[in-house]
Nanobody, 120 residues
Framework: QVQLVESGGGLVQPGGSLRLSCAASGNIFSWDAMRWYRQAPGKEREFIGSITSDGTTDCADSVKGRFTISRGNAKNTVYLQMNSLKPEDTAVYYC??????????????WGAGTLVTVSS
């Protein structure tokens, strides 16, 4: 069974940094793309950024220059490095991925999310 698990959330002061991890586990042949979204209280889910298996990245304008997506050292893992955090970055952060369990079978998965709170 395939799972996506986010980790690294928590409470951080304004101006601080956090690194979130997203790890895909299970019967994974390969992955095409992994993405980060966030949802603040009372707001719609917002796209943050993405990375493809060849390393191409994309970031939303709202976080460009502060957030960076990269591949992790462990297989099937990606990071979201968040710097210069602001109170408005407070949200539940979700990982989303296009994973292949076989070369011809691609499925989209969501993680359960990890809470990031930026507050003094």
């Amino acid at each position: 069974q395939v799972q996506l698990v986010e980790s690294g959330g928590g409470l951080v002061q304004p101006g601080g940094s956090l690194r979130l991890s997203c790890a895909a586990s299970g019967n994974i042949f390969s992955w095409d793309a992994m993405r980060w979204y966030r949802q603040a209280p009372g707001k719609e889910r917002e796209f943050i950024g993405s990375i493809t298996s060849d390393g191409t990245t994309d970031c939303a304008d709202s976080v460009k220059g502060r957030f960076t997506i990269s591949r992790g050292n462990a297989k099937n893992t990606v990071y979201l490095q968040m710097n210069s955090l602001k109170p408005e970055d407070t949200a539940v952060y979700y990982c989303n991925a296009d994973l292949r369990t076989m070369p011809t079978i691609k499925t989209n998965y969501w993680g359960a999310g990890t809470l990031v709170t930026v507050s003094s």
